[in-house]
């Protein structure tokens, strides 16, 4: 099955980019930090939600547009006052297949999964009266159990194709181009 593939090849990776986020999101202990993790976020998830909508649609899955979260993180920070000047990372892997928008697909929603826990840490730390900024680690909040597992009945129908290595191999680059990413924006 694909997403046996996924969590065996991704395991390393996806192990190496949370050693790197980690102090990123402990850090953002106030507005300024919160914000520039956003902006971090942003600027890697939006050139890559931009390849994705060439590759995958309704047809594939249904909810796709619901789960876009370029758009829920330029709120948070408009929110703050701070949606000014995004870097984007133009380093960002390639999306140039249906199989390579998955793969990508398959890193963002998972990342949703530690969400929950990100975000109270956030709303602890920073001591916010709402969630006005928060949501996009809020996430699907307590429907998240549920649309992980909708989209892993999409990921499935892929498993035994000819793209299910392509998905994996480019779940892989995401996940290592982030950490890329967030090396070169540490300090
Ligand atoms: C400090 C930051 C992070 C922590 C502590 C963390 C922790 C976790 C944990 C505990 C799970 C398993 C959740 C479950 O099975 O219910 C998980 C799954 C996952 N996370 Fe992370 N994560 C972090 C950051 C990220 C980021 C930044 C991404 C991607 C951008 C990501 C992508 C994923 C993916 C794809 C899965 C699903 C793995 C699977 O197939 O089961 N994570 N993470």
Do not use: C
């Not at 990123?24 to 600027?43: P, Q, S």
């Not at 999964?113 to 709303?123: D, E, H, N, P, R």
């Not at 649309?147 to 129908?157: M, P, Q, S």
């Amino acid at each position: 099955m694909v997403i046996e593939k996924l969590r065996a090849g991704t395991r390393q990776t996806h192990e190496d980019l949370e050693k790197e986020m980690l102090p990123f999101i402990k850090g953002a202990t106030n507005a300024d930090e919160y914000a520039r993790l956003l902006h971090l976020f942003y600027g890697y998830y939006h050139p890559l939600e931009q390849g994705i909508s060439r590759y995958l649609d309704e047809s594939i899955l249904p909810d796709i547009a619901d789960r876009r979260k370029a758009g829920w993180i330029l709120n948070d920070l408009r929110a703050m006052n701070r949606s000014d000047e995004i870097l984007e990372d133009s380093n960002a892997p390639l999306i140039q297949s249906r199989a390579d928008a998955l793969g990508a697909m398959y890193v963002m929603e998972g990342s949703s999964l530690g969400g929950k826990v990100i975000s109270k840490m956030i709303a602890d730390n920073l001591n916010y009266p709402d969630h006005s900024a928060l949501s996009f680690f809020y996430g699907y909040g307590g429907q998240t159990g549920v649309r992980w597992k909708e989209f892993l009945a999409v990921l499935d129908r892929f498993s035994g194709t000819v793209e299910e290595d392509l998905i994996v191999k480019k779940a892989n680059e995401v996940f290592l181009k982030f950490q890329q990413w967030l090396q070169r924006n540490m300090s």
